[in-house]
């Protein structure tokens, strides 16, 4: 039962350009989100997260959306470098005294290459 | 200064062999965990502990042991390996705020191989 889905593989986009990155889920008790960033035989490295009593966080070239109603989040990078291919995991956890509390749910992953 | 290391980096192993792998964090949390990712490249998470005290035990088999020595350490010991362990197993650590949030910072992993 995979509560957290990532429906892209993978994308591919221009240098300069937006990426946009999507995660579904579908546990209504998840309380905060979060985006990794993985680079190949390394471990996963936080980018950046979202409380589920906000619709939008942003740092710098990366922002968050996240649409309760549609269990729905995305990440978007603007613009898209070279260095940003990687694979990006969302993640979710849920809220306090629930059976997800304590742990993160990750998505498969979706492979972003940006092309210079 | 890496903050979460993980020993050893591969491990190539035969079936039915006994395996430790070890993880330690200098962030300061009092929270760890141990993740599996599998040819499928999902993340799972396996166990969490929190100030020596095991709070996640996820639907894993026995033959997976977790310890925790102090709060800074948290190790998996593997007994009677088998095929279908072969994965990249990673450490994590996090410190609960005040506010609620909490980000799991991992490991670089452990690429396990099985023979």
């Known amino acids: 039962d995979q509560q957290v889905k990532q429906n892209s593989p993978s994308l591919s986009v221009q240098e300069g350009r937006i990426s946009i990155l999507n995660c579904d889920y579908t546990n209504s008790m998840f309380d905060y989100f979060l985006w990794y960033k993985k680079y190949p035989a390394e471990g996963p490295t936080f980018l950046i997260s979202?409380?589920?009593?906000?619709d939008k966080n942003e740092d710098g070239r990366f922002t968050v959306f996240l649409n309760k109603s549609a269990k729905h989040l995305s990440l978007h990078i603007v613009p898209s470098q070279p260095g940003d291919s990687a694979v990006y995991f969302c993640?979710?956890?849920?809220?306090?005294?629930?059976?997800?509390?304590?742990?993160?749910?990750f998505g498969q992953g979706t492979i972003l290459t940006v092309h210079p | 200064d890496t903050a979460v290391s993980q020993t050893p980096k591969y491990l190539v192993t035969q079936m039915g062999n006994d395996k430790s792998i070890k993880c330690e964090q200098n962030l300061g949390h009092d929270t760890m965990y141990w993740y599996k990712q599998d040819s499928k490249k999902f993340l799972k998470i396996m166990f969490s502990y929190n100030n020596k005290e095991l709070i996640i035990n996820e639907t894993v088999p026995n033959r997976f042991s977790p310890k925790s020595p102090d709060k800074a350490h948290l190790n998996l010991h593997i007994n009677s390996l088998e095929l279908g362990d072969s994965a990249v197993y990673f450490c994590a650590s996090s410190q609960l705020t005040s506010g609620g949030r909490e980000t799991q910072y991992f490991g670089p992993g452990t690429r396990l191989l099985v023979l």
């Open positions: 979202i409380s589920s009593i906000k």
């Open positions: 993640a979710a956890r849920g809220e306090p005294g629930g059976t997800s509390y304590g742990k993160l749910t």
